[in-house]
């Protein structure tokens, strides 16, 4: 690979979805930018500041200088943030007045030329990465930076924005164990992940819950019932039981409606399964569902409570500070090293440039063999079907 | 037959599905037949698989055959469209990033029918020999055709031809619509309607605009001119009924006064929320905008009932 070593105007771009500190990301790129002459500038509102620049009154393009702007890593992103970031599916009001989606990514890739962007640094998640990968396969050059507030990215150990989540669910879970304990209750808290439970388990850990749920393995509820009477003999009367959003529960009935001939009328293709793996989707509901089912089958009184959006708030923590200094600034080696359509990666202890092509649809999880279960489980703290 | 007719009998249009034995959209037992594309972005919408105007792909995780199968892993199948997850329930997953754009010909390869096209090009000899199957039904019971979608006025040539001919054949019609399409478009498929059924979802445009992606000034100014350039079209007002959206006395009683003036608008429907649609959203990669839309309760629903049967003047009140 060779050097880049002429001057480049770089963009920086971030997806949809909100991170506390992502200014971190950007003061790295900055700052790294600054060293090798090369100018950054930042892209407003995902895509938006390029696709509808006339939204934007100063241009929907800004310069970036860490020695003018305020890029104060504990304050949110002075790149601002849209709700969809997808330039092959925008929405718009067409001519006739009517919503439709179309596809603008050669438009965009032809504004990208035209101002003059030689590269794309993108702040993404997963999906954002699938977006920006078909960019690059029409010939944008681009970096992406992983964010996941689940750290369910594949081929990173850590993704930026887990660090801060993990501490202020652990903050929280304090609280909901002291609340447990003043009402002399079963606390069932919900936390993120809908598809890795590593923000469960680790901070489930952390306060030693007496429950872990998590996507990967399935929770039975009449085991988890008998976990918690057994806790909860002697002095101890309280619980703490962890849900991550995503979990799975076994022999709990799916509250399904029947198909009515209403519905069948209004809504041509619908359908009334249910499996016996219930797995719960929708944030609050996971909580809900373990509460209640939990209540059946235990005399102790439950309450769940949702920490839900609360953790994408605030401010980063300090791994993620450093973190994303490092990542912005890792973006940016990429680029010089000549590197495209690559994700960096944090390997410890190095920083690697992992093509799109292998970093999309891969899903981190947590590994049956992790060394989290097994603390976990010398802690004897609950967290699923072991025979299932 | 004549060279009309078969010119009408070879129109064609995308459809979504045909429900037979359909109850609630006009009057007597009816075909419901949907057709494909939307002029809404409703944020509550039941029928994601409606929105889109061209035929796309869906996919049912329990009819996928898994790693035994793996075919739509290899050409022609688009690179990245599918994977396997480590460790998983061994079902295929969609990157409905990349799956998105893949062909009838090609989703026709799983052997499963996990893949499945939502939508199909049908001339409307196709969709009326479906239609006239329950025509004793029709006849028994005053039914008929339905056209639902989507959005009637968005395929309006179609839709037209499919009327008429239903017409033609003595079969009585009936549409659903939301009248967000320009005055010509409807202006085509009027005239071979019976019965119109018809959406007033929001009065007020700046909160229209905010639920459905545009303001409601020109689909209450398509009502009101349909109104009265169509006369003996039976018209009949609905409202998918929200709380907090439009589960309102304001918004009920808005719409009573808009189509007081009419006497051709003949009835308010109110159609209570259900959150019908959310396994589908999942089945075509789309995530519901935010999720936790209530059903209205009885009482409330009942209480506005009372206020739509006094003005219509119906001294025994329904419940609904
Ligand atoms: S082709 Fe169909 S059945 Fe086979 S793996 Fe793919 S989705 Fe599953």
Redo the contacts between chains.
């Keep these: 690979m060779s050097k880049e070593t002429s001057q480049k105007r770089v963009a920086i771009m971030v997806g949809a979805g909100y991170i506390p500190g992502i200014n971190a990301v950007v003061a790295g790129a900055s700052l790294a930018a600054g060293q090798l002459g090369w100018e950054l500038v930042g892209i407003l509102d995902g895509f938006e500041g390029l696709l509808h620049p006339e939204k934007y009154p100063n241009g929907g393009i800004i310069s970036i200088d860490p020695r003018v702007l305020n890029l104060d890593p504990n304050t949110s992103s002075v790149l601002g943030q849209s709700a969809r970031v ?1 330039p ?2 925008v ?1 718009i ?1 067409n001519e ?6 179309v596809d603008m990514s050669d438009e965009l890739l032809k504004r990208i030329k035209a101002a003059n962007i030689d590269a794309v640094i993108s702040i993404v998640g997963g ?1 954002g990465m ?2 920006l ?2 960019l690059h396969k029409k010939g944008l050059n681009t970096v992406c930076v992983p964010r996941s507030i689940e750290n369910d990215i594949a081929s990173t150990s850590v993704s930026f924005g887990f660090n801060t989540a993990l501490t202020f669910t652990i903050d929280m879970l304090d609280r909901a164990r002291l609340a447990a304990k003043a009402a002399h209750k079963i606390a069932v808290v919900e936390v993120q992940g809908e598809v890795a439970g590593w923000i469960a388990l680790q901070a489930g850990i952390a306060v030693a819950a007496d429950a872990v749920l998590i996507p ?1 393995i399935p929770a039975d509820l009449q085991q988890l019932a008998t976990h918690l009477k057994n806790n909860m003999t002697g002095k101890k009367s309280w619980g703490l039981v962890v849900v991550a959003q995503g979990a799975k529960i076994i022999n709990q009935q799916k509250k399904e ?1 029947k198909v ?12 009334s ?1 249910s ?1 016996s793996e219930y797995v719960i ?4 509901q996971a909580a809900q569902a373990v509460a209640e089912g939990l209540q059946l089958r235990i005399a102790e009184e439950t309450f769940p409570m949702v920490i839900g959006p609360w953790v994408r708030g605030g401010v980063p923590s300090a791994v993620d500070r450093q973190l994303g200094v490092a990542y912005g600034a890792g973006a940016i080696q990429a680029l010089e090293a000549g590197s495209k359509g690559v994700m960096v990666a944090f390997v410890p202890p190095d920083v690697k440039f992992v093509p799109l ?1 292998e970093a ?4 981190r ?1 947590i ?2 063999e992790s060394m989290f279960f097994q603390v976990a489980d010398s802690l004897g703290i609950y967290f699923g079907n072991k025979e299932a | 037959m004549t060279d009309q007719t078969k010119n009408i009998l070879e129109i064609t249009g995308t459809v979504l599905n045909i429900q037979r034995y359909c109850s609630h959209d006009g009057p007597g037992i009816r075909t419901n037949v949907f057709i494909k594309g939307c002029s809404l972005r409703c944020k509550w919408c039941g029928n994601p698989e409606s929105i889109g105007m061209k035929p796309e792909v869906s996919y049912d995780p329990k009819k996928c055959k898994g790693k035994e199968c793996s075919i739509c892993l290899k050409k022609p199948f688009p690179e990245g469209g599918f994977y396997f997850v480590e460790g998983d329930d061994s079902k295929i997953k969609v990157n409905w990033q990349l799956a998105k754009g893949i062909t009838e010909k090609i989703t026709s390869l799983c052997p499963t029918g996990a893949l499945e096209m939502f939508g199909k090009t049908m001339t409307v000899a196709e969709v009326m020999a479906e239609v006239e199957k329950d025509a004793s039904f029709y006849r028994s019971t005053g039914g008929g055709l339905t056209i639902s979608g989507g959005e009637v006025m968005l395929q309006p040539d179609f839709a037209a031809a499919l009327l008429q001919e239903a017409h033609n054949r003595g079969i009585n019609t009936a549409i659903e619509t939301a009248c967000n399409a320009p005055w010509s478009f409807l202006e085509k498929v009027l005239p071979h309607v019976d019965t119109m059924l018809h959406d007033l979802k929001l009065m007020n445009s700046e909160r229209h605009k905010k639920w459905t992606g545009v303001g409601n000034e020109r689909i209450l100014a398509n009502f009101k001119k349909a109104y009265e350039t169509f006369p003996n079209v039976e018209f009949i007002a609905r409202t998918p009924l929200i709380p907090g959206v439009n589960a309102d006395d304001e918004h009920v009683m808005g719409v009573l006064e808009f189509i007081k003036p009419y006497k051709n608008v003949i009835d308010y429907e109110l159609l209570p929320y259900h959150r019908f649609g959310l396994g589908k959203y999942e089945s075509l990669g789309v995530i519901y905008e935010l999720d936790d839309y209530k059903t209205p309760s009885d009482e409330v629903v009942n209480r506005f009932q009372a206020m739509i049967d006094e003005a219509f003047g119906r001294t025994e009140q329904r419940s609904v």
Aim: glycine share 2%; no cysteine; net charge negative.
């Design positions: 997808d092959f599916n929405r009001v006739l007045e009517m919503v439709e989606e999906l699938s977006i990968y078909q990967e409606e009515s001939s209403l519905k069948a009328s209004l809504s041509p293709l619908a359908t399964d499996n989707h929708k944030s609050g092509a999309i649809n891969k899903v999880t590994p049956a």
